[in-house]
């Protein structure tokens, strides 16, 4: 028996599928373009394929994300703040005890305070501004002609010596970056402020919510260890990364499937 969870974001399509040990078998990852139930669906059937498994082996599927609705051979949705609590079930996750989670993916950003149960107690979540998600590295990569995987190695190279980025507003960012470069700042100057202030805005959103260690940092975007360690200074304290940070949604799906599978 296999069961999926479907992540579909703003930005990227996670499927996580696992078996009733709630063992992750598989994942994939694709890009969400504009036809979300077409290409879950087409991603689906490929990691059943690529795993040898018959569609039927599957006995539920859940979806949440931004896109959750718009899959309809879905069997249930969860929202994404619930998905996420769930994907602390990670064998890599579980005995962490992890009590603070950091989401941030392309369109919004979250902060989740977990409780001794490993569920939500409350959280705060900014979707109404670019500033302070993947958008914002989306949009300085290509304004810095790189691609979001460089990040990473530029923040590295810049050591401690960080531009300053005032703009609050991702707009008024990409002419800030552009200022910056004809003034011949570096690129690895640049993409450590960025970081700066994307972990700055997380710290003030996380003021409305008891922030505890251990914390987690997810989503797309904690493929990036210069963010990590951006968020660690800011926030003065150890961030933990899982293997795949932009399944722990997905995963949570799936961990969702099984608790509420009834055989017949
Ligand atoms: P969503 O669920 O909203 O689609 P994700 O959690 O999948 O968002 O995160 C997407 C973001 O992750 C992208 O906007 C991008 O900035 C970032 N990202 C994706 N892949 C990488 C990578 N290899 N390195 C660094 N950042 C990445």
Redesign the pocket.
């Known amino acids: 028996m296999y069961f999926i969870g479907i992540?579909i974001?703003?930005?990227?399509?996670?499927i996580a599928m696992i078996n009733e040990q709630k063992k992750l078998v598989d994942f994939s990852?694709s890009p969400?373009g504009s036809m979300f139930h077409k290409y879950a669906l087409v991603q689906y059937e490929a990691l059943c394929k690529k795993n040898n498994i018959d569609p039927k082996e599957v006995k539920r599927i859940i979806t949440t994300?931004?896109g959750r609705k718009l899959f309809k051979t879905s069997n249930d949705q969860i929202n994404?703040i619930t998905a996420n609590a769930l994907g602390l079930q990670n064998e890599d996750l579980k005995a962490l005890n992890i009590r603070t989670i950091i989401?941030?993916?392309?369109?919004?950003s979250k902060v989740l305070e977990i409780n001794d149960n490993g569920g939500v107690q409350d959280f705060v979540m900014n979707d109404k501004c670019a500033a302070g998600?993947?958008?914002f590295?989306?949009m300085a990569?290509r304004t810095l002609e790189i691609g979001?995987?460089e990040?990473?190695k530029l923040h590295f190279e810049a050591g401690y010596s960080a531009a300053e980025i005032n703009s609050s507003c991702a707009v008024f960012a990409e002419s800030e970056i552009i200022s910056l470069l004809a003034e011949g700042t570096s690129k690895s100057e640049i993409v450590a402020g960025i970081h700066n202030s994307i972990a700055k805005r997380i710290r003030r959103l996380s003021r409305k919510i008891h922030f505890q260690a251990p914390v987690l940092f997810?989503?797309?975007?904690a493929?990036?260890n210069g963010l990590k360690q951006a968020l660690e200074e800011e926030f003065m304290t150890e961030i933990i990364v899982s293997k795949n940070p932009?399944i722990t949604?997905a995963f949570g799906a799936a961990i969702f499937a099984v608790n509420s599978y009834q055989p017949e």
């Open positions: 992540d974001g703003s930005t990227a399509i996670k990852v969400s994300g931004y994404e989401n941030i993916g392309g369109q919004d998600t993947g958008k590295l989306d990569a979001v995987d990040l990473e997810d989503g797309g975007t493929l990036n932009e949604s």
